[in-house]
Every structure is written in structure tokens, then in C-alpha cells.
């Protein structure tokens, strides 16, 4: 039989948007009304498997219903700008998955869903219908199922008429008369004052329609009753016009157009990769990427290498599989240049003196993909990498941050230079990767080599033309091998005291679990949802605010707001908290501290962010807690990795604002730096226009709030979720602080007007972010892309001066001849071992070296302190 599955477009996404926590991806692009959206998605076509399919959207704020009562859906909310974003990645979503999308001007998504219904089911369709709105079972029929949601995204209800029968006493038609005269406060359908949905099912029990009521007036026990329907006869009839779904919508299109069946897996992977759905992604096996046709490729297998081969321009693809590239196997080496294609093994290149004393010379101008990696694999194997002077990989991502994959057969691909198949066409992924024979590695690795070689003038040209190669070359460049130096060099553990954090963590956590136990009036376990939301719900009676499809919901977001109400929530959190601490961190880092050094060697991401911010991985430096006490102690297992060696940490005070103010050139933030001023206090004391003695540590928070929010284009739903204050209240405030520093309103105005002008928002040190959806006709991509114009400079910047600070502590480090080492960068923070004679002078260098960075309206301001170990430095 063939099936049909209409879904209420709008509804699942608000479904979704406020069930799920705000995420957002790496680019900052909010993401849960788009995870929960197709989170469902591949439930229904999982469980339901249609061969029809349509997604219906309201076109718009009007419809016909409001020729037939203006305040029609009036009072609602305006929905949240972080919502309105995900609505094109819903529709971009659909389409990958070759899913119907319908919306038509004048009706509702309920009409368009019933028009279809209604014509399937005379076509012996089975129908499916998925939404969270009861108006919709007024369409439940014999061949038509309604699916309501009910908490969180994928507990639902499936109401045929015996259910509803069951729930309501009354048939599917009989909806549209109960919503008649018990109204809808969702869409500000009236109804008949007084009247809820008891006494709505009892008078349609009786009586049957919303008319026979109106004509039985006479026959209705109670004198107030009789005069409410009698007073409000004409809206209880418009009530329930106005819920009943309109089944004639004009389509353009036949029903047996929404077929649903083939799309390109590839297509929608693709799109889960660039959302970060890594969850979703494991229901996808698309094998591997289809081969291309080759044109032959001539090339030499180097059995002696010599002088010859080694010019001084030459491209070098150093072949190492794995992401976890310390200690790594390196497959094979190709080198290109002026004099041919050589394929070296492995072997044959580390014992050659010639190709050794090549890379290690600092004249040669060797290309590379991923400089940063080079130099860490030849690192471990003894040999330095001296001579890189162009990173393909990098010179792609500065041109441009936001394309997904920097590969060279990418690169390659759209600038037309080589011809280079995906790796996984070679080697496989995951556990099927293996590295193939000789010849087809070596072919593979040449025509890598081969494509950076041709593609490094093209790349270098558009860098010059972008005025990024200073950037390039002066920042990026050097910072590739500074980073690698670091991740090669490490940081020293404790594991002894990483270990005894674990034991006390573990006693902690014992203490805890008593304490709530007997708090709850019995033992249970914590850690199971079902069990203590039977304990917090049901025996100690504080009010559910969520329910999942096992039970109530006990997220996080549900305790906080149930903090105040019994004193054993605020003993849970911390119990999740700390056990989170426990298995992520101190069980996590010691997972990767090698067993000889009792070092630890992150990896840095330094081609990754849109806004050129660095991130770390195996393990994330970055992410560390340090809001716990017991969080922030985790910094005392790091240390120096020599005796008589102590650590420094030095952290850039509040250098976005600073950043903010520089850029905007708003005098009153210039002078609140330039004086030193406290600049929440002063924030505060502008916008709630009070002395600086009059500010309190609520005002101080909210101007913090707002402070920070700004640089990150908060909205007022934003605002509102941070502070815990009304969409309204929060706006008001945004509106105040803008009026208070109008240079940085006429900054953002000015920045959104240049972005729509260039198509590309830079940094002081023109780092550039492209942003195409800036003239979009699309209100919602539009919207985001001038938050994202508004705040990348900032950040941006924030980010490139940091970085200039690590280049230039480099350099000075090795000017000076000191022994002293950078080890960690983590957000707006730099770490150093340094040796007990050379404190002084290092404690005076970093302070020097990251104020003077980059010179700014504003002063640049270090916090630098020292100890024993990372912890005690701050």
C-alpha cells in the first residue's frame, strides 16, 4: 500500500528549537531546532518507510482566517532570531534528503497538510500525519493517523479514532467544535469565556456541534452557563471557523509528485558534517567516493636520492594516515619539482644524509600540506624541518575559513590544478583503511605532490591579491612550527597526583551519594534519569517541567530552575559535576599521558574556526572546567618537566572589549581602558546611569552579560536565557547599553554596510571571513550573517593577536638564548616552564611581548603569575 507522510513543518522545528539546549556548530551557526528537526526525520523514515513524503511551512504571518478575526494567532511571541536562522538548514535539509517542501500564500501548514490528507485518503493512501498541534485531529479518519508530539522531540502519540474516542468521548469532526467553544490561547481563538475543555465535551456529549449548543440554550442546566453562550454566540461560531482546517488549498503540483525514495546519501552526510550531526552520522555507511578517470601520470621510484633531485623549490607530501600523527607511521614521501616526480619510501629518505640535511636547511623553499604535522612526524623521528616556506593547506583555509575541506584533492579540484583522488579512495576509512600496494601509493602520493606544486603560485598570487600574504607569511607561517615545536615538546603530568585527584574525587562523590540518599529518604541511583525523577517528581513532589518518553526529564536545565525548590538538587548537580569531572578529565588525561615522559601531546587545530581561533584536541586543553574548584585543581597535575623549573601563565585581560573598543572608537570604552576602569563597573554606571559606589553586583553581572554578548551579537532572547529576564526586559537593555556607546552601534551598522558592500568581513590584521548570505532576500540567512559580520572582527582580531604574541615570544625566546619553553596556549592564555634563574627576566619578557603585540587605541593588558605548578600560576 503506499504511504503518505505530511509533517507539520513549523510545529516540529519550535518542537525541537525549545526542547533541545541552543547549540551551535563550529562557524557559530545555531543548530538544535536543526539536529531535533532531522533527529525525527530519520525516525519517521526509519519506522514509517513512506513512498510519499511532504513537509508543509506557513508562508507567512497572514491567512485568510484574519479577514475572519484580526487578533487570529495574535499576542504570540516574535519568534527567537536563534530560531529563525535554522529554518533555511531545515528547508537546505529536506532538500538533501529529495523530500517534498510545500508553503503557500494565504493558508497554514495545517491546510496545505489536510488538503493532501484528505485527497490521499479518497486514493487508498495510508497517512501519516506529525505535529504538535491538536487541531490536526480533526482529520483522523479510517486511512488517516495523527502523530502528536509530546515531550521532546521523538516521544509521540499516535491518535487513530478509537484513541480519540478514548481521550475525548467525541469523533475527529468534533475537534473543530470543542476548540469552538473552548477556544485556543495558542492561536488566540476566543471561544466561549468560562468555558474550558471539561465543560467543552460534556455540551458537545450531549448536544454534538457548536450550533445544536447555540440551539439547545434552553435545555443547559445553570444561569451563568446560558447567558456566556448566549452572550457569545457569534464568536463560539467564528471560534470554530476559525480552527476548522480549510481542505481545498489550490496546489501547482499532484500528490504522486511527493514520491519519496532515493536521495543522495553523500549529499545529506555532507550537510551533517558541516552542521557537526556527528550522532546522526553513524546511521550512514556511503561507502567509499567513486574513482576518478586519471589521466597517466609518469613518474620515479628514487632508489639513491641526490643532489639533483633536491632543488631548492620543491613540493613535499610527507604521507602519514592517521589524525593522532604523534608517533605515527609516515607511509612514504613524494617530492616534486623543476627536475621530476619522485616517490621516496620511507626508509630510504630518513637514511639519506642528502635529503635529511635538505629538509633541516632553512634556505630551501619546500611546500607542504599541514606544516604543523611535517614537523611534528619528522620531529619524533629525529629530524628537523627547517626549510618550509609555503603550507598549502593553510594558504586555502586563509583564503577562505568557511569551505569545508582544505584536502589537496579539494583544493586541487577547485582551482582546476592536478588531478588527485580522495584519500578514502585509496586507503579506505575507519576500520577498512589499509595502505594499498606499492605502486598505487606511490602514484598517490606524487599526484599529491604534483597538484601542491602547480597550485602553490596560484595560492601565493590570490594571497598577495587579498593583501593577506603578510599574514601569511609573518603569522600563520611561523606559528605552524612554533605549534608543532609545542606538541612535539609537551607538557608534563603528575599522574601520581592526577590519580590521588581521582581518589578524592571518587570520595567526594561517595559523600555526596549518601547525602542525597538520605535527602531522598532512601537509596536509588543517581545516575539513572527514570529512578530520579521517580525520587525528585513523585515521592519528594517538586513540579515536572519536562517529560521524555521514559519519564520526566532530570537535565540539567530542569535542576537549575529547581534549585531553590529542595536543597537535594544542588547536591545532584554537583554530583554530576564532579563525576563528569572524574571520567572526562582526570580519567581522560590520563588515558593520553605517555607512560616513559608522563607527557602530555595535544594537538592543535590551527586550520579550523571561521575566525581563526585555535583549538585543541587529544587531549581539549581548552575545554578544562575551571568554574569548580575541584575543576580548576586539574591544573595542579600539570608541571614543570624539569627540577628547579617553575611555571608561568600569562592571560590577556578582557581583549575582545578591548579589541571592541579599539575598532569602534567609542571614546567613553577608550577612556574606561585607558584608565583602567573596572569595565563592567563602568558599563554598568552608563547604562543604569548610577555612580560607580551605586553599582551592585547584579548590575555589574548584567553589564557583563551585555559586555560580552555584544562581541558575540546576543539577541534579546539571547540576553533574556543568560540573565534569566524577559525578552523585553533584555531588549530594553541591549537598547540602552547601544544608546550609552553609540560608536559601537555605528560600528556594527558601518561593518554590516562594508560586508554587504565586499562580500567578506577582515581583522585588523586582514584575516577575512566571507559571508554570501549578507545581501540574502532570505530575512533569517541574512540576519545571521550581519550578527556574524558584526562580531568576527572582533574576535578575529582577538585571535590573530594572540597569535602575534606566540610568534613574537618565539622569537624572543631564541634571541635571548633563554631555555625557557612555551607548552600551552588555551583561549586568551600562554604557559611557560621556566628555570628558576631566568623567572625575573621571563616574568618581565611575556608581559612585554603580549602588550606590545599590536598596537591598539587601547592599552593591551597581561595578567602574568607564576608557582610550582599551572594552577598555582594563576
Do not use: C
Not at 538520605?518 to 527514570?530: D, Q, R, T, V, Y
Not at 538538587?569 to 599521558?593: A, C, D, F, P, W
Not at 623549573?645 to 572608537?665: F, K, P
Amino acid at each position: 500500500m503506499k504511504k503518505l507522510v505530511l509533517i507539520d513543518g513549523n510545529s516540529i522545528a519550535y518542537r525541537a528549537f525549545f526542547a533541545l539546549p541552543l547549540l551551535n556548530n563550529e562557524k557559530g551557526v545555531y543548530t538544535n531546532a536543526v539536529f531535533g528537526f532531522t533527529t525525527m526525520l530519520l525516525k519517521i523514515i526509519e519506522e514509517e518507510k513512506p513512498t510519499h513524503m511532504l513537509v508543509a511551512f506557513d508562508a507567512g504571518k497572514t491567512t485568510f482566517r484574519h479577514k475572519t478575526f484580526e487578533e487570529y494567532k495574535g499576542g504570540r511571541q516574535k519568534t527567537p532570531p536563534e530560531l529563525s536562522e535554522q529554518f533555511p538548514l531545515v528547508r537546505e535539509m529536506l532538500d538533501a534528503f529529495n523530500i517534498s517542501r510545500y508553503e503557500a500564500e494565504n493558508y497554514e501548514a495545517d491546510d496545505i497538510i489536510g488538503t493532501l490528507a484528505t485527497d490521499a485518503a479518497k486514493k487508498d493512501f495510508e497517512v501519516k500525519v506529525y505535529s504538535g498541534d491538536k487541531d490536526l485531529l480533526q482529520l483522523v479518519s479510517d486511512k488517516i493517523t495523527v502523530v502528536l508530539t509530546k515531550k521532546g522531540i521523538t516521544n509521540v502519540e499516535a491518535y487513530d479514532e478509537a484513541l480519540i474516542d478514548e481521550k475525548y468521548g467525541i469523533t475527529p469532526k468534533q475537534i473543530i467544535d470543542m476548540k469552538g467553544l473552548m477556544g485556543d490561547s495558542s492561536d488566540n481563538i476566543p471561544g466561549v469565556p468560562g468555558v474550558g475543555e471539561k465543560t467543552a465535551l460534556k455540551l458537545l456529549k450531549e448536544f454534538g456541534s457548536v450550533e445544536k449548543v447555540l440551539e439547545s440554550i434552553d435545555q443547559i442546566s445553570g444561569k451563568k452557563m446560558k447567558e456566556k453562550l448566549e452572550e457569545n454566540r457569534e464568536q463560539a461560531l467564528m471560534s470554530k471557523e476559525l480552527a476548522t482546517i480549510f481542505l481545498e488549498v489550490p496546489f501547482e503540483t499532484k500528490l504522486e509528485d511527493h514520491g519519496f525514495g532515493d536521495y543522495d546519501e553523500q549529499h545529506v552526510v555532507n550537510l551533517m558534517k558541516e552542521l557537526e550531526f556527528t550522532s546522526l552520522l553513524s546511521k550512514f555507511d556511503t561507502g567509499l567516493a567513486e574513482e576518478q578517470d586519471l589521466e597517466e601520470i609518469t613518474y620515479d621510484i628514487l632508489e639513491e636520492i641526490t643532489e639533483e633531485h633536491l632543488v631548492k623549490e620543491s613540493a613535499l607530501i610527507v604521507e602519514v594516515l592517521s589524525d593522532h600523527y604523534h608517533q605515527a607511521t609516515i607511509e612514504g614521501f613524494a617530492l616534486v619539482n623543476e627536475k621530476g616526480r619522485f616517490f621516496i619510501e620511507t626508509e630510504q629518505a630518513l637514511s639519506s644524509d642528502a635529503f635529511v640535511n635538505w629538509l633541516k636547511d632553512e634556505t630551501t623553499e619546500i611546500t607542504v600540506f599541514d606544516a604543523k604535522k611535517a614537523v611534528v612526524v619528522l620531529g619524533w623521528k629525529g629530524v628537523l624541518l627547517n626549510g618550509v616556506s609555503f603550507d598549502l593547506q593553510m594558504a586555502s583555509y586563509l583564503l577562505d575559513p568557511s569551505l569545508s575541506s582544505h584536502e589537496i584533492s579539494d583544493v586541487a579540484k577547485r582551482k582546476a590544478k592536478g588531478q588527485v583522488q580522495e584519500d578514502e579512495v585509496i586507503y579506505g576509512k575507519g576500520a577498512k583503511q589499509k595502505v594499498p600496494e606499492k605502486a598505487i601509493l606511490a602514484e598517490h602520493l606524487v599526484r599529491k605532490a604534483d597538484a601542491m606544486f602547480q597550485l602553490k603560485p596560484v595560492l601565493e598570487q590570490e594571497l598577495i591579491e587579498n593583501k593577506q600574504e603578510e599574514l601569511f607569511r609573518e603569522l600563520e607561517m611561523p606559528l605552524s612550527i612554533i605549534l608543532g615545536r609545542m606538541e612535539t615538546t609537551g607538557v608534563k603530568v603528575d599522574k601520581e597526583q592526577l590519580e590521588q585527584m581521582g581518589e578524592d574525587l571518587a570520595k567526594r562523590l561517595t559523600e555526596l551519594e549518601e547525602k542525597i540518599h538520605e535527602l531522598a529518604g532512601g537509596s536509588f541511583n543517581i545516575n539513572s534519569p527514570k529512578q530520579l525523577g521517580e525520587v525528585l517528581f513523585e515521592k519528594l513532589g517538586l513540579p515536572p517541567i519536562k517529560k521524555t518518553k521514559t519519564g520526566y526529564s532530570t537535565s540539567a536545565d530542569v535542576l537549575e530552575k529547581l534549585a531553590e525548590d529542595h536543597e537535594i538538587v544542588e547536591h545532584i548537580l554537583h554530583y554530576r559535576q564532579l563525576g563528569k569531572l572524574n571520567s572526562t578529565y582526570i580519567e581522560g588525561l590520563l588515558k593520553v599521558t605517555k607512560d616513559d615522559t608522563h607527557k602530555i601531546h595535544t594537538r592543535y587545530n590551527q586550520a579550523l574556526t571561521q575566525t581563526g581561533r585555535l583549538s585543541s584536541t587529544d587531549p581539549n586543553l581548552q575545554n578544562i572546567p575551571i568554574r569548580l574548584e575541584e575543576g580548576r585543581k586539574i591544573r595542579k597535575a600539570f608541571i614543570p618537566s624539569e627540577s628547579n623549573w617553575r611555571m608561568i601563565a600569562a592571560d590577556y585581560s578582557q581583549i575582545e572589549l578591548r579589541v571592541l573598543a579599539h575598532i569602534s572608537g567609542d571614546e567613553k570604552l577608550i577612556e574606561a581602558f585607558q584608565s583602567d576602569m573596572d569595565i563592567h563597573t563602568k558599563t554598568a554606571m552608563d547604562v543604569f546611569h548610577v555612580s560607580e559606589e551605586d553599582v551592585t553586583s547584579n548590575m555589574r553581572r548584567s553589564a557583563k552579560a551585555v559586555n560580552f554578548g555584544i562581541v558575540y551579537g546576543i539577541s534579546d532572547f539571547g540576553l533574556s536565557q543568560s540573565l534569566g529576564i524577559t525578552r523585553k526586559e533584555a531588549g530594553q537593555f541591549i537598547e540602552r547599553y547601544l544608546s550609552s556607546y553609540p560608536k559601537v552601534k555605528e560600528y556594527m551598522d558601518r561593518t554590516i554596510e562594508d560586508a554587504r558592500e565586499k562580500g567578506y568581513v577582515s581583522t585588523l590584521l586582514q584575516r577575512r571571513r566571507y559571508l554570501p548570505d549578507i545581501t540574502s532576500r532570505n530575512f533569517n540567512k541574512r540576519s545571521f550573517a550581519e550578527r556574524t559580520a558584526m562580531n568576527t572582527p572582533i574576535q578575529g582580531t582577538a585571535a590573530d593577536i594572540i597569535k602575534k604574541a606566540m610568534v613574537d615570544m618565539a622569537s624572543r625566546l631564541e634571541d635571548e638564548g633563554l631555555k625557557s619553553r612555551m607548552l600551552l596556549q588555551v583561549h586568551d592564555e600562554l604557559i611557560f616552564e621556566v628555570p628558576e634563574e631566568e623567572m625575573e627576566k621571563m616574568t618581565e619578557l611575556v608581559r612585554e611581548v603580549m602588550e606590545q603585540a599590536v598596537e591598539l587605541d587601547v592599552p593591551l593588558k597581561a595578567d602574568v603569575s607564576f608557582g610550582d605548578t599551572w594552577y598555582d600560576a594563576k
